[in-house]
T-cell receptor
């Protein structure tokens, strides 16, 4: 079945440091890939997504490129801020035999703490 | 436009008690979902609905029930609470179920079963 493996946390960085959170996946079909972010005490919000190979999703200075050859979707940001402290989830949606998709498959999440 | 709202925010239950977690969305989405999030784990799908009157099981449905009488509401029912149901519950909705569609999440309900 489908699965998502992401970098174990927690990750602690200083403000303005470079961020990479690794994410790899296995899927039976041709999935779409997502990064969701969960700020303290809140629900998940979509950060960015990519729906086909070589697409780059970007938002709020974060970027991730859909790499089919390495089955990866690593999240990067050039200069993190204290306000980026959150839990980041990599996820995929795939097409089962029925032709529609009814769920997201999530990684375990990576806690990022950014210190001033 | 409030998006997806959930009540209550936090609840403590005793073993064997029952409760209903409420979820409402105002985006006119046909698709709605219930997930649970255990510490250090990703979200697991409990139940989903593709429209009013239509529901189906997800990965971890045991111990839960759902109903969908309107497009807006998708309550989750715990009949006999067990400690294993201690978790954070998220409701979500989406416009479609196509691959690549974004799901919109509520703020969550934290449930503690003692």
């Amino acid at each position: 079945g489908d699965s998502v493996t992401q970098m174990e946390g927690p990750v602690t960085l200083s403000e303005e440091a470079f961020l990479t959170i690794n994410c790899t996946y296995t899927a039976t079909g041709y999935p779409s890939l997502f990064w969701y972010v969960q700020y303290p005490g809140e629900g998940l919000q979509l950060l960015l997504k990519a729906t086909k190979a070589d697409d780059k999703g970007s938002n709020k200075g974060f970027e991730a490129t859909y790499r089919k050859e390495t089955t990866s979707f690593h999240l990067e940001k050039g200069s993190v801020q204290v306000s980026d402290s959150a839990v980041y989830f990599c996820a995929l949606s795939d097409v089962p035999s029925g032709g529609s998709n009814y769920k997201l498959t999530f990684g375990k999440g990576t806690l990022l703490t950014v210190n001033p | 436009n409030a998006g997806v709202t959930q009540t209550p925010k936090f609840r403590i239950l005793k073993i064997g008690q029952s409760m209903t977690l409420q979820c409402t969305q105002d985006m006119n989405h046909n698709y709605m979902y219930w997930y649970r999030q255990d510490p250090g784990m990703g979200l697991k799908l409990i139940y989903y609905s593709v429209g009013a009157g239509i529901t189906d099981k997800g990965e971890v449905p045991n111990g839960y029930n759902v109903s969908r009488s309107t497009t807006e509401d998708f309550p989750l029912r715990l009949e006999l609470a067990a400690p294993s149901q201690t978790s954070v519950y998220f409701c979500a909705s989406s416009y479609s179920a196509l691959v690549g569609e974004t799901q919109y999440f509520g703020p969550g309900t934290r449930l503690l079963v003692l």
